[in-house]
């Protein structure tokens, strides 16, 4: 049996939720979900633990599978129990076929995160445990085998890192904000951890905020950077397809990392994914590659490189090189294309529904509702939030929907019954959708 990593003294050993968890949100079709109590066995996860699945309606075979890994403490754990209801990562699923999955420890915020944030503790064999359950409850056998585009969180990377060097057949990408694994660079070294050849033509980005040990050391996230940058050093001086996105204004907090991420994970998937589900991962090309030198915002193709690539940042394409040089100038990403028209608009009573597809690059930031043309609305009606950009759904500190959950409605307080309704969506760079079909009740 492998050893344990050791992150942290372990003090007691909880095997119950803190009174204070929210309740999980509801999921019914197209969101399913397994839950688990915490065990006492020796390896086997302490935690109780909750994993929720969205599946893309319509879609017959799912081809990957999209994990939003949170990170430790109560506060991140409760974050991570709306991560399958994201919109804007729902709306990359849907392109690629992929499931969305958020996975949600209940740890104590007392108890140490290495208790699941190394898979070993029982955290790994309770996620492929999941997996396996939700193909049974969904009817879609093919998640049993079906690849992993894994985006963690601090302790959440640690773990997608960890998994990453376990089962490394089963990743198309990793994503690691704030986090690495501990790895074996020399025989005197504890850590059991090594990382196998295969991984490295897995692509990685590890993320980052610059006070997290670059610009700033005053505080308990200055082990970021050096651990990143070591995980980097080992991986890309052995050829490795990693890279790294320091957001140049942020700390610990998620705050924009989506809108480089997103398209990070799209340009991946695309190469990436089999036609058929089944089949195996294709390799990732590299013809396409361009690079950086680390902490520089200068992109160019590799094939241009004058320096040595194994110290440079490697960047799938020109598109995801273009939105790097953005974000690692001023954690922002330009988008020049407006999102797609709300769907499906109803008029029950006096309260207008619809449905809505997040724009792939900048998700939704609000909706426009107009009365025989005529602006009479704004949903919601005052932009809200702390970190990254200002959005409909409310995005936390570990980049996930906050609770509760937002409702696409709009209750009239007037109407006439010869009204024509429209509704459009708003990005979040400022960019207006087509109106969506007339309703006229």
Request: aromatic content about 10%; glycine content about 8%; charged content about 20%.
């Amino acid at each position: 049996m492998l050893a344990r990593l050791t992150f942290c003294s372990i003090a007691l050993i909880c095997t119950t939720a803190c009174a204070d968890y929210p309740p999980l949100p509801p999921a019914e079709p197209p969101y399913y979900r397994v839950q688990y109590e915490g065990s006492t066995k020796a390896g086997e996860l302490r935690f109780p633990s909750s994993y929720t699945i969205w599946l893309p309606p319509g879609v017959e075979k799912i081809r990957g599978i999209i994990v939003h890994q949170h990170g430790c403490g109560e506060g991140a754990c409760i974050a991570g129990q709306t991560a399958a209801f994201d919109l804007h990562y729902q709306a990359l699923a849907k392109k690629h076929h992929c499931a969305l999955l958020g996975p949600a420890y209940q740890q104590p915020e007392k108890e140490a995160c290495q208790l699941w944030c190394d898979p070993r503790n029982g955290s790994g064999d309770r996620f492929l445990q999941a997996i396996e359950e939700l193909a049974e409850k969904t009817g879609h056998a093919e998640l049993k085998t079906a690849p992993w585009a894994i985006w963690g969180h601090s302790g959440g990377a640690v773990w997608t890192g960890t998994m990453l060097i376990l089962h490394t057949d089963r990743f198309a990408c990793a994503w690691l904000r704030s986090g690495a694994p501990k790895m074996l660079l020399k025989p005197t070294e504890e850590s059991p951890l090594n990382l196998p050849d295969a991984a490295l033509s897995v692509p990685i980005m590890c993320n980052l905020g610059t006070k997290e040990g670059i610009t700033f050391e005053g505080d308990m996230f200055k082990m970021v950077w050096p651990s990143q940058k070591l995980f980097f050093e080992v991986a890309r001086g052995r050829g490795g397809l990693i890279g790294v996105a320091v957001d140049p204004k942020g700390s610990h907090e998620a705050g924009n990392t989506r809108y480089l991420a997103i398209p990070w994970f799209d340009a991946i998937l695309a190469a990436r994914l089999p036609e058929t589900p089944g089949e195996a991962l294709k390799p990732m090309p590299t013809e396409q590659s361009w690079v950086a030198r680390l902490l520089d915002a200068q992109t160019m193709p590799e094939t241009l490189f004058s320096g040595d690539t194994r110290t440079s940042v490697w960047l799938p394409n020109e598109t995801v090189a273009k939105a790097y040089s953005e974000y690692v100038t001023d954690a922002n990403v330009s988008d020049a294309t407006p999102p797609p028209a709300p769907t499906d608009l109803k008029l029950t009573e006096n309260t207008l529904t619809w449905t809505a597809e997040a724009d792939l690059e900048s998700g939704i930031s609000y909706f426009l509702i107009y009365q025989d043309g005529k602006q009479i609305a704004q949903v919601p009606d005052k932009l809200t939030g702390n970190f990254g950009r200002k959005v409909f759904q409310v995005i936390n500190y570990s980049d996930t929907p906050t609770q509760p959950l937002k409702e696409l409605r709009y209750k009239l307080t007037t109407h006439g019954t010869e009204a024509t309704y429209e509704v459009f969506t708003v990005n979040s760079v400022g960019l207006q959708s087509l109106p969506s079909a007339p309703l006229k009740p």
